[in-house]
């Protein structure tokens, strides 16, 4: 895996909020409760993340103090999770959208991996909710992750796997709502290699990691498309 350098540009909104707040959050993650939701708020939470159609048979995780347990097994292979900051945070860059949302306890990412993400980068994501439990730098998850996929103890991403963010209620970070998009996990890739599309334009970009095989590209979907969450 590669080690960290600058690549493309983040989401407009988090940069909007960056320069417009001139202040970075503080470097200290805030209380666990702060990251905590009552159980069946997180289940609707999660469940949003995806149209009905897969969300009623996915397997359903919420966060606990020890990571992510299983409150309902589906049987469609998909997994849907209300994923915090340190879960979500880009490993290694953008530096600034990965300071920004390590750290925020008001991330809310409601997301649903299909049934090849759920084997292939799910356990990265686990990896990383429980480094920020144990309190971790977003530098030592960095090293961490790294070290993780070159020795194995994560899989390798051969190919390209896929997750649905459709939730009406996502927080991503300081600039709260964004589009209901696409998120497809595709190793190494460059925005360039889509034609160098902003990411506030609408167009397929890629967001996370671009260059190494964590590489995120998100593809913005009609708005109409947006789910609600609802609690039963």
Not at 14 to 42: I, R, T, V
Request: glycine share 8%; proline share 8%.
């Amino acid at each position: 895996m590669r080690n960290e350098k600058h690549y493309g540009s983040a989401g407009a909104g988090y940069f909007e909020y960056a320069s417009c707040n001139g202040a970075w959050p503080n470097p200290k993650y805030p209380p666990l409760s702060e990251y905590m939701m009552p159980q069946d708020a997180e289940v609707a939470l999660a469940k949003s993340a995806a149209p009905q159609n897969i969300s009623d048979q996915a397997t359903i995780r919420v966060l606990t103090t020890s990571g992510y347990q299983v409150v309902h097994q589906g049987d469609n292979g998909f997994v849907c999770m209300v994923m915090r900051g340190f879960t979500g945070a880009p490993t290694f860059a953008p530096a600034q959208l990965r300071m920004f949302i390590n750290y925020d306890s008001k991330t809310r990412a409601p997301i649903c991996f299909d049934p090849n993400a759920v084997k292939t980068v799910l356990p990265y994501y686990d990896l990383r909710t429980k480094l920020g439990l144990e309190g971790k730098t977003p530098d030592q998850i960095a090293e961490a992750v790294k070290a993780a996929y070159d020795h194995g103890k994560i899989p390798k991403r051969a190919g390209v796997s896929f997750a649905y963010m459709w939730s009406a209620d996502q927080i991503l970070g300081p600039s709260g709502h964004w589009h209901p998009h696409m998120m497809v996990f595709a190793p190494n890739y460059e925005n360039s290699m889509l034609g160098n599309n902003d990411l506030g334009s609408h167009l397929p970009a890629v967001s996370d990691d671009a260059g190494t095989p964590l590489a995120i590209l998100v593809i913005p979907v009609d708005e109409k498309l947006f789910v609600k969450a609802h609690h039963e």
